[in-house]
């Protein structure tokens, strides 16, 4: 005959181990997800600008999103931000023609970053300095990374096909965490 308490006391100690396993999992995962150092992005544009018109913005996984909106009702802007040691945000505009010249690449970004002050001027202050210094210099190659901060921050900036075969200028900041 079976023992009821003995029965209790294993039914227990079963129910006990399986909870001791179920809270080991979930905290292994947990960690595995905080395993990043940088937080959650948070969208950037400032929707409520009279200048910022078809704003929409997509998760497009647990730690990146990309923002889509009208600048000044004519120039289709992107913003991703992305990253998990490192922070990174791109901004990407269309553009018709390939500059002529590396400064004039410089030149067009500078004016891309003067069109998004006051709508989404995130860590574009250091990086517009980076950019005025290297056009003084003169010797910048298209694509090469620009340094703000020796091995912490840099910009890249670039001009580039999109998924529509559209030409567009893209800035790029990245930060190591």
Aim: glycine share 4%; proline share 3%; with cysteine.
């Amino acid at each position: 005959m079976n023992n009821p308490a003995k029965c209790l006391i294993n039914n227990l100690a079963v129910r006990f181990s399986f909870t001791i396993i179920l809270c080991v999992l979930f905290n292994l995962s947990v960690q595995a997800e905080d395993d990043c150092v940088r937080a959650l992005p948070k969208p950037i544009v400032k929707t409520d600008s009279k200048r910022v018109t078809n704003y929409s913005m997509v998760k497009t996984d647990h730690r990146n999103i990309e923002e889509r909106f009208t600048l000044d009702k004519t120039n289709n802007i992107r913003i991703k931000q992305f990253g998990c040691a490192h922070f990174g945000v791109r901004y990407a505009k269309k553009i018709n023609e390939i500059p002529g010249n590396d400064n004039t690449t410089l030149k067009y970004a500078l004016a891309f970053i003067e069109e998004l002050k006051g709508v989404a001027y995130f860590q574009l202050r250091d990086a517009e300095k980076a950019i005025r210094d290297t056009i003084e210099k003169g010797n910048w190659k298209p694509g090469e990374p620009i340094t703000v901060i020796e091995g912490y921050e840099w910009v890249v900036v670039e001009v580039a096909k999109d998924k529509q075969d559209e030409l567009s200028l893209q800035i790029g900041v990245d930060i190591a965490l």
